[in-house]
């Protein structure tokens, strides 16, 4: 095993070493120092580092569960765990990508999986293709679309919405995606490239772009 | 080239903020010239912004109450460490559990052990040959199998030395009297 890994590993370190993901969650200033200090009995520096990284954690555990008091019980859960396991944590990297694991993971144990069910969802599309015919430019753009990509994410395996969450919501890169989903870059652009393929699959083919946006031009690129 | 390939490229331009090289140039040519490509990269990319939409309404105007901190605080800094008096009682409910595993780990050993013992007896040459007949037709195993062998997946393996399998050998295999003992467990 190598004696040296990488900064930015966390936990795991084995297994991330082994899949030479990138080395992207760099210590930011405000957070130096903070789990060192935790580490040493400062329980100020623990507030700091609840109120530090609460707003991630929780935007996770409610995008994934939908539900503001699971989402709250997991974020509670999850930094009870992080002050419990302080004395684990490396000092010379980001705590971030190890909460959102924790995160993800409290998610998925706490939840069932809420299969997105196939009858109404049916009827929805079967009812936005009617209106197509009456208003298609104003029912493009509806909610409704937005409520069928929404049951849509609901329906997707926890890998894929994982990985969906952390690029399209978070705005990670796929490595730093990666890093939390521990994974390597390759496998963390095909659950994005399947969780796509699945969304566009939801939407009748009429539907599937607001009207006038279908059709990229060539100024753009 | 190919509308599958040039798609391919430029649907990963859009999807994963790659930059395009100097080797995509033929892939936007195609796309330029291509009308269904541009559709179909047109239609990827609203998808995308549709998506991106539907996560942020899933958390947009909610956050962590002003509580969390405080049931944090009471799970994690103020509750009151137990003294080593309450961890060692703890751990100390199990410890019957913990002997009861141990005492049924040894009866285990301790029986397959004389059970091993009782099959590897040494039976003098030639002393096959002369077991009576009619108790080599019997069936009826000469040993009790202890209480926990039904609870074992695999069956219990038959023994052959000294007991009645031992007399229809010969005949199974189609050897002479000049046979070596057997002894041992068949494997």
Request: aromatic share 6%; with cysteine.
């Amino acid at each position: 095993m190598n004696p040296h890994p990488p900064p930015g590993v966390v936990f795991g370190t084995r297994r991330r070493i082994a899949h030479g993901v990138p080395v992207v969650t760099k210590q930011q200033p405000e957070d130096e120092g903070l789990v060192a200090r935790m580490q040493s009995g400062d329980f100020d520096a623990f507030e700091e580092f609840f109120n530090t990284y609460k707003r991630p954690v929780y935007t996770t555990a409610l995008a994934i569960t939908r539900d503001p008091f699971l989402a709250e019980e997991i974020l509670q859960d999850c930094f009870v765990k992080a002050y419990r396991v302080r004395q684990r944590l490396r000092t010379d990297c980001s705590p971030l990508p190890w909460l959102q694991r924790v995160t993800t993971n409290l998610c998925y144990s706490r939840i069932a999986r809420r299969r997105a069910v196939a009858e109404p969802l049916t009827a929805l599309i079967s009812n936005l293709v009617a209106d197509l015919t009456s208003r298609p430019d104003q029912i493009a753009e509806s909610r409704e679309i937005i409520e069928v990509l929404q049951r849509g994410i609901d329906a997707l395996p926890p890998k894929q919405q994982t990985a969906v969450i952390l690029y399209y919501l978070h705005g990670y890169s796929l490595a730093e995606a990666a890093e939390i989903a521990e994974c390597n870059v390759g496998t963390m652009k095909s659950r994005l490239h399947y969780a796509l393929k699945a969304l566009r699959a939801l939407l009748p083919a009429e539907r599937r772009a607001p009207a006038g946006a279908a059709k990229v031009s060539t100024g753009e690129l | 080239m190919s509308c599958r390939r040039a798609r391919r490229e430029i649907l990963e331009h859009f999807r994963f903020r790659q930059e395009l090289g100097p080797s995509s140039s033929a892939h936007l040519e195609h796309l330029v010239g291509c009308a269904d490509c541009r559709e179909e990269v047109g239609i990827d990319r609203a998808l995308v912004e549709q998506l991106r939409r539907a996560l942020q309404e899933r958390v947009e105007g909610h956050a962590p109450s002003a509580a969390a901190w405080d049931q944090v605080r009471q799970r994690t800094i103020d509750r009151p460490s137990r003294p080593l008096g309450a961890r060692v009682l703890q751990w100390g409910r199990l410890f019957p559990a913990a002997i009861a595993g141990v005492l049924m780990f040894a009866i285990a050993t301790v029986s397959q052990e004389g059970l091993s013992q009782g099959s590897q007896s040494p039976q003098p040459a030639g002393q096959v040959q002369q077991l009576d007949t009619a108790a080599a037709v019997d069936d009826t195993p000469d040993w009790e199998p202890p209480w926990w062998m039904k609870y074992r997946t695999r069956p219990p393996v038959p023994t052959i030395a000294g007991g009645p399998m031992a007399a229809q050998l010969p005949d199974m295999l189609g050897t002479s009297a000049d046979m070596p003992p057997v002894s041992g467990r068949l494997q």
